[in-house]
């Protein structure tokens, strides 16, 4: 363990006796001390400068939370606390913690259980099903719980599974019934409710003197006296104000419980003569009329138990065939659980998770949403119980790729992979084009001939439409369907949301708007002013749309609370999503908020946005699929959208640029905001001429500032001009005059030799506080990267960095468009990168390119198999780096030495 390591002792805090047994069966945790979380109502003594590892953490309640973190705050005590999700505690102690700024970490090492859907809707059918995969377990001698939420629910699918295992002959005949106890849950309130008694219930009293129970039935619930009438096994009564019952009492149902042979039962409470605890497991090894056989855990010898008819001697014992999820702890069993949508939570998940290594979910919603469910667990891998019979294969990997084979002909395939490619480019291509890039993904054997005639059957069938000899092209051109309806759809949105809400203020206030531009005023009126659904807001870079975002909020919040709209921003990328919050709007990626509206249209919920502005920033990098998705939803839930973004910065890595048509060929209202605020008076109007595409006037701007009024360190290189062209016929007339100059012994000038060269010196040459005040912009990641390398280089050359050197790794995220990583070449031409698997990295580790196969290896030697042309990746590229310690390593290490700046790019290169 790291602590171990640090030289640091480690306690750990279970959640829970069961948990405390599982945790000291871990081999890896021998020899360390385990204790329960009754440790810190009890006083719990803390070793200064230890580790205190608390399991399950979001069950501690607000109490022990604070015991925790004062002990450990006199003592200097490291605390780690897990969140497993199981938020059963009293109070939301970790949600405050995280809220105070402590630090979160995510464990991504953890093992993944496989699950297995059976999708069922019938609740009957559903338990049958369960009921028989479970007996067929336990007969097979295997380790197997069986879970549903609920105690109606648990007691149907219980008596579903006896009635199974009779059948199968794992309970034996006849059977017998007994009385047994079990626990009503009473808390500091519940026990004064008089509604939690009733006549025939059973009380416990602890009786200090002779360290024992006393028992009593309940014969009578007094509601004017608000009292109960309690009778002993000698039949004597007493009555007890139920305002005077104390933590010393305790309240048990009676119920009848039929034992057979092989039957399986839970201990709920202490058993006289048995040193068992509540939650241990009983095997019934023979039963009769008087006593049962009972074999218990961790013992050789049976125990022999009564079997009782009279609440005074009933047994504090249930049936244990089923449970709760999440109530046993186990890394070995098999979990048979039975899930609807509302159980579908995260606790439910996180307790199957917990209970077994293996989970087989029956779940009473189909197969896709409960896979989307479970995909977004980090603990689960799907396994389709239904892709396996639908294929009639009992292998699920044949199974899969007898489904797949017959789901598009090779020529299909290749179309299919195709299109994404060149809509990357751009919506309209050429037939030639098409056939040029589906060649390259088609199968061997797989010709022009089948190629073209699935275009003319694609463009028969309207999956491809045709455009007969399109302008400036000479020849006709194919579009996609799927781009021309989303195209359609996010115009066909704006144009019914023209006059279909109630604008959110009549007249802006004028004092909201003093200091800003007229474009920034023009667009705030626009935003709160409009009656439309769907309006836009053209910025270039440097207008001032945060400033203006806050202007929005100013005036949103002076609007009375009840008429006051929720304001959400919405970004294609976590940066814009960062920009919003810190003009104080509520944000989220678009990403996320499209996968959680639709699993809430899915669940059957309608959302209401009738009362929510949507401001989506940067929408130049939204592609027409997710425009055209977003404006669907928020139509459909009766919200309001402004489009916010540049069409002149970048540009969506999907197909599609519906911000730009959006201003073209839309009916919304669109404000152009072309003040620039942010540059300096000096460079405004060369940012204004680049706006008009004057390039040459820009250039000739930027020339009126000169290097010479850049502050320079002493005897450092400066340029002739603002402006320099460095180009490559420049490098090499360079490099041949220094080459005649040292073949005739002359002095070279101490110029620079490359544009890389040129950069680097001049700044490097500028004074610390010029520096702060300069960017470096490139085209290419690729340029970024060398430059960073040499300015750092020639930094540590001038003694400007500390002398202390750590390997820092690195992942450079690859900007694959659409479709690339479906080509095998793809992958070949990024041998050394990682591939983002199920939240796993994964090495390259081998191509196969006879099957198409692609071999992936984690960082602990486990491999699998993917086939890229039905399967979609996130790759991270590794740039190794090969001067000064700088390499390939096992994953991908750089270097940062103290009081070196670390630069991460602001905006991925294509």
């Known amino acids: 363990m790291m602590a171990r390591e640090q030289g640091r002792e480690v306690q750990i805090i279970a959640a829970d006796r069961r948990s405390q047994m599982n945790l000291k069966q871990d081999e890896r945790l021998s020899g360390e001390l385990i204790t329960g979380r009754r440790q810190l109502q009890e006083g719990m003594v803390f070793t200064p400068g230890s580790t205190v590892i608390v399991d399950q953490g979001e069950k501690l309640s607000l109490k022990e939370t604070l015991t925790l973190l004062d002990g450990a705050a006199r003592h200097n005590v490291q605390v780690l606390i897990t969140d497993s999700g199981q938020r059963t505690g009293t109070g939301s102690a970790l949600m405050t913690m995280k809220d105070a700024g402590v630090n979160t970490y995510r464990w991504q090492g953890g093992e993944q259980r496989p699950a297995t859907i059976i999708s069922e809707p019938d609740r009957n059918v559903r338990y ?126 009676p119920e009848k419980m039929p034992v057979a042979d092989g039957e399986r039962l839970r201990v709920t409470g202490k058993i006289p003569g048995l040193r068992v605890s509540g939650g241990d497991r009983l095997q019934v090894a023979s039963v009769s009329e008087d006593a049962m056989t009972v074999v218990v855990p961790g013992r050789a010898e049976p125990a022999t138990l009564p079997v009782a008819d009279s609440p005074f001697t009933a047994l504090k014992l249930e049936n244990g065939w089923v449970e709760t999820p999440g109530h046993s702890v186990s890394d070995s069993a098999t979990v048979f659980a039975s899930v609807t949508q509302m159980a579908m939570d995260n606790a439910t998940l996180n307790g199957l998770a917990r209970s077994g290594r293996d989970v087989r979910l029956y779940s009473s919603l189909d197969e896709t949403r409960t896979a989307e469910k479970l995909a977004r667990h980090p603990s689960f891998t799907v396994v389709s119980e239904q892709i396996k019979a639908r294929a009639g294969e009992t292998s699920l990997e044949t199974a899969i790729s007898l489904q797949k084979t017959g789901l598009h002909t090779p020529a299909q395939q290749a179309i299919h992979l195709a ?372 300015i750092h280089d020639a930094r540590e050359k001038a003694g400007e960095l500390g002398k202390e050197q750590v390997m820092v790794p690195v992942l450079n995220t690859a900007n694959i468009r659409d479709g690339e990583l479906r080509r095998l070449s793809t992958w070949e031409n990024n041998p050394d990168a990682l591939a983002l698997v199920d939240s796993v990295y994964h090495r390259i580790a081998g191509i196969s390119k006879d099957d198409g196969l692609i071999t992936l290896e984690d960082a602990e030697g486990n491999t699998r198999l993917i086939s890229p042309g039905r399967r979609w990746l996130k790759v991270s590229h590794c740039t190794p780096r090969t001067k000064s310690g700088w390499g390939p390593a096992t994953g991908c290490a750089s270097r940062r030495v103290t009081g070196s700046a670390v630069m991460w790019p602001t905006a991925s290169g294509r």
């Open 128 to 253: 049958d099903r369960l009921a028989g995969d479970f007996a067929a377990s336990v007969k097979a001698g295997e380790e197997s719980v069986a879970q549903v939420s609920g105690v109606r629910e648990q007691a149907i699918l219980t008596q579903a599974i006896r009635s199974e295992l009779k059948t199968q002959g794992v309970l034996g005949h006849p059977e017998v019934t007994m009385t047994a106890l079990s626990p009503v849950w009473l808390d500091s309130r519940s026990r004064y409710l008089r509604d939690m008694y009733r006549p025939g219930m059973v009380m416990e009293q602890w009786n200090p003197e002779t360290r024992s129970h006393d028992r009593y039935v309940i014969d009578r619930v007094t509601a004017q006296s608000h009292s109960l009438t309690l009778r002993d096994a000698q039949g004597e009564t007493q009555v007890v104000r139920i305002s005077s019952l104390d933590s010393s009492w305790s309240l048990f149902r």
């Open 419 to 790: 299109l994404p490619v060149l809509e990357s480019k751009n919506l309209a291509f050429s037939m030639v084009d098409l056939l040029t890039e589906a060649k390259s993904f088609a199968a061997e054997g797989t010709g022009f001939t089948e190629l073209g005639g699935e275009i003319n059957a694609q463009i028969k069938r309207g999956d491809l439409l045709y455009v007969d000899v399109a302008k400036g092209y000479g020849t006709g051109l194919l579009v996609s369907r799927a781009s021309y309806e989303a195209e359609k759809s996010i115009l066909r949105h704006i144009l019914e949301g023209k006059e279909a809400v109630t604008p959110l203020m009549e007249r802006v206030p004028g004092e909201l708007m003093e200091t800003l531009t007229s474009g920034q005023r023009a667009a705030t009126r626009m935003i709160l002013e409009t009656s439309d659904r769907f309006t836009v807001v053209q910025g270039y870079a440097g207008v001032g749309k945060t400033t203006q975002f806050r202007a929005v909020m100013s005036a949103v919040n002076m609007l009375p609370a009840s008429e006051r709209p929720r304001v959400v921003g919405l970004g294609p990328t976590h940066r814009a999503v960062g920009e919003m919050r810190s003009a104080g709007v509520d944000a989220q990626t678009l990403a996320s908020f499209l996968h959680d509206t639709q699993l809430q249209q899915r669940s059957g919920e309608t959302p209401d946005f009738s009362n929510t502005l949507f401001l989506l920033d940067e929408s130049s990098m939204v592609g027409n699929t997710d425009m055209a998705r977003a404006y669907a939803l928020i139509a459909a839930g009766g919200g309001r959208a402004v489009a916010s973004g540049d069409t002149d910065q970048l540009q969506a890595i999907a197909p599609g640029q519906p911000f730009r048509l959006q201003q073209t060929r839309s009916a919304a209202d669109v404000v152009i905001m072309k003040e620039i605020v942010r540059q300096t008076p000096e460079l405004r109007e060369a940012v204004y001429s680049l706006i008009n595409r004057d390039v040459e006037r820009a250039l000739s701007g930027l020339e009126s500032v000169k290097p010479s009024q850049v502050p320079r360190q002493e005897g450092a290189w400066a340029p002739e001009h603002s402006v320099t062209e460095f180009s490559h016929s420049q490098e090499a007339k360079l490099a041949e005059a220094q080459q005649k100059a040292m073949l005739k012994g002359e002095t070279f000038p101490d110029v620079p030799m490359t544009l890389y060269e040129a950069i680097v010196r001049d700044y490097t040459g500028r004074t610390p506080e010029a520096r702060e005040q300069t960017l470096i912009v490139t085209h290419l990641n690729e340029d970024r990267r060398v430059l960073n390398s040499m």
